[in-house]
């Protein structure tokens, strides 16, 4: 019985944590590093200072998540701190793939774009699946729809549109695809964010959990 007492009281100290594999922030954050590991790979120049600093930002975003849950077990705070660290790295990201937009003189989707709602909804699980998704738009409404409106053309001038598509057209769906994602990831730490700080002012951290249980223990005593 007083086993049992004690391992009640020990939950209540330490309470049930880690599980981020299981957090919707930890997907989609996974996600955009695999992403951007792949992107990188293809479109920066190796030597590049940027393609480390991007890299970097991207695990930074997926291993604060996940230190955050560990540590939520002893502190609240550090919880909170180390996810709003994976929220800021995910930022610098964002303006990472902004810059490559810009700097190229690629078009940002508007927030109003079509196919940001159609990557949302195909809920892609892997790097795989968001590559196939770009070419499969670059396809539709790239190469396609250039062909389709100028009529028959010969067939150096197809290869060369083809061409142009694969250097100019893949890099600019790639990254807006990437910033998609994060916005998508930023969205949902903003929420657990939120969510951890109204936690930590209801309830308190360690230090308030460890008070109550030695209080309840006290009463326990005969």
Request: proline share 1%; glycine share 6%; charged share 30%.
């Amino acid at each position: 019985m007083d086993m049992v007492k004690e391992g009640g009281l020990m939950s209540d100290l330490i309470p049930k944590h880690g599980g981020y594999r299981k957090l919707k922030s930890f997907q989609v954050a996974q996600l955009v590093y695999d992403v951007t590991v792949r992107f990188c790979d293809r479109y920066i120049d190796k030597f590049s200072r940027t393609r480390d600093q991007m890299v970097q930002a991207a695990r930074s975003g997926v291993q604060n998540i996940a230190e955050g849950s560990q540590a939520s077990a002893t502190s609240k705070k550090t919880e909170l701190k180390l996810t709003q660290v994976a929220r800021a790295s995910l930022e610098e990201l964002k303006l990472d793939y902004e810059d490559f937009l810009r700097q190229r003189g690629l078009a940002q989707w508007e927030r109003e774009n079509q196919l940001r709602q159609e990557l949302i909804d195909r809920r892609c699980q892997t790097a795989d699946e968001v590559a196939a998704w770009v070419v499969e738009v670059v396809k539709k409404s790239g190469l396609c729809g250039q062909i389709g409106q100028r009529g028959q053309k010969a067939e150096s001038s197809t290869e060369s549109t083809a061409s142009t598509l694969s250097i100019k057209t893949y890099p600019e769906f790639s990254a807006n695809a990437a910033l998609v994602l994060l916005t998508v990831a930023c969205s949902l730490l903003d929420r657990q964010v939120e969510r951890l700080a109204q936690d930590f002012e209801k309830e308190g951290g360690f230090t308030e959990r460890l008070y109550r249980v030695r209080t309840a223990k006290r009463r326990n005593v005969p």
